[in-house]
């Protein structure tokens, strides 16, 4: 489809739960990228992707942070141990480029409570 | 670290009136720049970009300009009506590195 399909919009988690999001790109779309927004504020980059690899995590925290991407599935972005902090919209876009052309989904709001 | 930053956190503007969303970054070899929109609820659109070769481009009732001495760009909406109420946020790239984001700019349109 021409969309970015992220799943699910909404998750709660109590502190010390894993948290797990999803995000199918758009086909032909050879990157993907995770960004955590807080309170409408800048979008933090966490990490991309060309294809299953992985392109830049120079944002990704090295703890309790995980990604990937695997052929024939959706990307993920997982969350060990959530913390207060943690709660963020998670925005995933894809591209054909690494520079631009980025389409963006529609997030998933973690709230960690 | 070098970052993208905005001048205002929240702009009013009556509607009809054209507005002006400005945006300042430190990094001298971003070579591309790009405006999106955020709607309440929704991720980034995509409004209009522009590369450091250029000084000015034009889209449909938005112009980019580049002030490369400066290090600032700025995003002028003519005719702003209320469906413009948004959060503006620039971005940068440089090279092949992926995109980074600065704080965004509250518009709101008074009927």
């Known amino acids: 489809g021409e969309e970015v399909a992220q799943t699910p919009k909404h998750l709660v988690r109590g502190e010390g739960q894993k948290a797990k999001l999803y995000c199918a790109p758009i086909?032909?779309?050879?990157?993907v990228f995770w960004y955590q927004q807080v309170l409408k504020n800048e979008f933090k980059f966490l990490i991309s992707?060309?294809?299953?690899?992985?392109?830049?995590e120079t944002g990704m925290p090295k703890e309790r942070f995980s990604a990937k991407c695997l052929p024939n599935s959706p990307c993920s972005l997982e969350i060990q141990a959530t913390k207060l902090e943690d709660s963020a919209v998670y925005f995933c876009a894809s591209a054909m480029y690494a520079t631009y052309g980025y389409t963006f989904g529609s997030g998933t709001r973690l709230t960690v409570v | 670290g070098e970052s993208v930053g905005l001048h205002l956190p929240t702009l009013s503007v009556q509607e009809g009136d054209n507005s002006i969303i400005n945006c300042a970054y430190s990094?001298?070899?971003?070579?591309?720049f790009i405006w999106y929109k955020q709607e309440s609820g929704k991720g980034p659109q995509f409004i209009i970009d522009i590369r450091s070769n250029m000084d000015k481009r034009q889209g449909q009732r938005v112009t980019v300009l580049l002030n490369k001495t400066v290090k600032h760009l700025s995003l002028q909406i003519a005719a702003t009506q209320p469906g413009d109420s948004a959060v503006y946020f620039c971005?940068?790239?440089?090279?092949?590195?992926?995109?980074?984001f600065g704080a965004g700019t509250r518009l709101t349109v008074k009927p």
């Open positions: 086909k032909g779309h050879s990157y």
């Open positions: 971005a940068e790239t440089v090279g092949n590195n992926d995109m980074r």
């Open positions: 992707f060309q294809n299953e690899n992985v392109f830049d």
């Open positions: 990094n001298s070899a971003s070579d591309y």
